[in-house]
């Protein structure tokens, strides 16, 4: 991954983070309450990120590979121990 790569929210735990920072600051700047829409959200990203774990585990260490259709899932890769090895239409 690298400074390039834009997709934060290929990451769910990233997102959760971002979303609980955002709710916080449109409360602040717009007096707009969002938090509990955001601790949902937190949550199910949260679950998404069990579930995706429980499936890369699920994967021989050795075949934690991934090709991607552009160099879009870095953050994801990184995120789950995954190991980019191409891109179709690299950056």
């Known amino acids: 991954m690298g400074v390039s790569d834009p997709h934060l929210w290929t990451d ?5 983070q971002a979303v609980a920072a955002l709710a916080v600051q449109l409360k602040t700047d717009l007096g707009v309450d969002f938090t ?11 679950s998404l990120n069990i579930e995706i774990t429980s499936m890369v585990n699920s994967l ?20 789950y121990g995954l190991t980019l090895v191409g891109a179709i239409i690299p950056a």
């Open 60 to 79: 021989p260490e050795g075949n934690r590979k991934l090709v991607t259709g552009h160099d879009s899932l870095g953050y994801f890769a990184d995120r």
């Open 36 to 46: 509990p829409s955001a601790q949902l959200l937190g949550k199910q990203l949260d």
């Open 12 to 16: 769910p735990l990233t997102m959760q």
